[in-house]
């Protein structure tokens, strides 16, 4: 039953954004056909690839589909959590050309919206449930792993690198280099 309503959207609506992002997430810029997309999930087998084309399945399906078709999206999204350990949450509206540098423990809040080219690596954790909040993040950013990016209203510019281990709770112009310093301290024993 799951197949008829995903059949039936991709029949049914307008999918130039889908195809777009697929296009350069999962074909490598060449151009989609069917069995380009088939062949290319079955013969890499790339995590993150097969996550990437549910996910951008599932968030077009949550964003624009009838409520069957949010349902299955939400069925969709409950596995990819379980098999990949990430949780880009349905609605978070992301640019084309998403990179998930190492797939794992990736959390992304739903109030959250991503421009094109993000590279994201493990541990990352860009907004929180419990407060109202909208973040947004430019083109061409970078974050770096185990990073944690929360607060308010918050807008990190275009063309940004954020370090790893870094802390971010206020805006971040274009062209900048973020990093929380940190110092270690080491004792001894006797």
Not at 96 to 121: A, D, F, R, S, W
Request: aromatic share 8%.
């Amino acid at each position: 039953m799951k197949y008829i309503h995903i059949i039936k959207f991709l029949l049914t609506h307008d999918l130039t954004f889908l195809k777009e992002c697929w296009k350069a997430e999962i074909t490598n810029g060449k151009k989609i056909t069917f069995y380009r997309i088939l062949k290319s999930y079955i013969k890499t087998r790339d995590p993150r690839k097969i996550y990437l084309f549910w996910w951008r399945l599932a968030n077009q399906m949550y964003l624009h589909g009838n409520s069957n078709q949010k349902r299955v999206a939400k069925r969709i999204q409950k596995k990819l959590v379980i098999k990949f350990g990430i949780e880009i949450m349905l609605g978070s509206k992301i640019g084309k050309n998403l990179k998930l540098g190492h797939p794992y423990c990736i959390t992304i809040n739903e109030n959250v919206t991503i421009g094109e080219n993000l590279i994201i690596h493990q541990n990352v954790t860009i907004g929180c449930s419990h407060e109202p909040m909208h973040i947004i993040i430019g083109d061409n950013v970078c974050i770096g792993a185990n990073s944690l990016i929360i607060g308010g209203e918050i807008t990190i510019g275009n063309n940004v690198k954020i370090g790893a281990m870094s802390f971010v709770n206020k805006d971040v112009p274009d062209n900048c280099t973020v990093y929380t310093q940190k110092t270690n301290t080491i004792i001894q024993n006797n």
